[in-house]
């Protein structure tokens, strides 16, 4: 039985969409990471700025999301993070997000898979896990709630 533990939430600060037009794959779009904070019950910290969001908003309307970004915690450790996953929903709450506007997460289908890679002994345990998030989207930020997988 496959069971998940919250480890960690985060809520991080973007800047706006910067659209390559459409590639053959999608339309390709690039968003950098601000950065904000990291809380929960076996992590907390900080995504720090200079990470990217890369996506493709596939032809059904879907965006295929490829991120990876940096956390430091509170104690020093630098954790890389890379993570992939898929945002899609009704064209009209995709339509609102585009705007920018604030829409229920439960309205769209939010989901990431997260590996993790660090060299600090304290959270070396991160290099042995998969974690599941669960996202919503706001108008200027993204709020992940993250789940390692058992």
């Given at each position: 039985?496959?069971?998940?533990?919250?480890?960690?939430?985060?809520?991080?600060e973007?800047?706006?969409?910067?659209?390559?037009?459409?590639?053959?794959l999608?339309?390709?779009?690039?968003?950098?990471?601000?950065?904000?904070?990291?809380?929960?019950?076996?992590?907390?910290?900080?995504?720090?700025?200079?990470?990217?969001?890369?996506?493709?908003?596939?032809?059904?309307g879907?965006?295929?999301?490829?991120?990876?970004?940096?956390?430091?915690?509170?104690?020093?450790?630098?954790?890389?993070?890379?993570?992939?996953?898929?945002?899609?929903?009704?064209?009209?709450?995709?339509?609102?997000?585009?705007?920018?506007?604030?829409?229920?997460?439960?309205?769209?289908?939010f989901?990431?898979?997260m590996?993790?890679?660090?060299?600090e002994?304290a959270?070396d345990?991160?290099?042995?896990?998969?974690?599941?998030?669960?996202?919503?989207?706001?108008?200027?930020?993204?709020?992940?709630?993250?789940?390692?997988?058992?």
């Amino acid at each position: 039985m496959l069971t998940a533990q919250p480890i960690f939430t985060i809520r991080c600060e973007l800047e706006g969409i910067m659209s390559l037009g459409q590639t053959p794959l999608g339309e390709r779009r690039i968003i950098n990471i601000l950065g904000g904070p990291v809380t929960g019950p076996k992590l907390n910290g900080r995504v720090l700025p200079g990470g990217a969001d890369w996506q493709i908003i596939r032809a059904d309307g879907a965006a295929d999301i490829q991120a990876r970004y940096t956390i430091e915690t509170d104690a020093g450790a630098r954790i890389l993070v890379s993570s992939e996953g898929l945002r899609h929903g009704p064209p009209e709450v995709m339509a609102r997000l585009a705007r920018g506007e604030n829409v229920d997460p439960t309205l769209y289908y939010f989901r990431t898979v997260m590996r993790f890679e660090t060299a600090e002994p304290a959270v070396d345990w991160m290099n042995r896990i998969l974690a599941i998030a669960h996202g919503q989207r706001e108008a200027r930020a993204v709020k992940l709630d993250v789940y390692e997988v058992l």
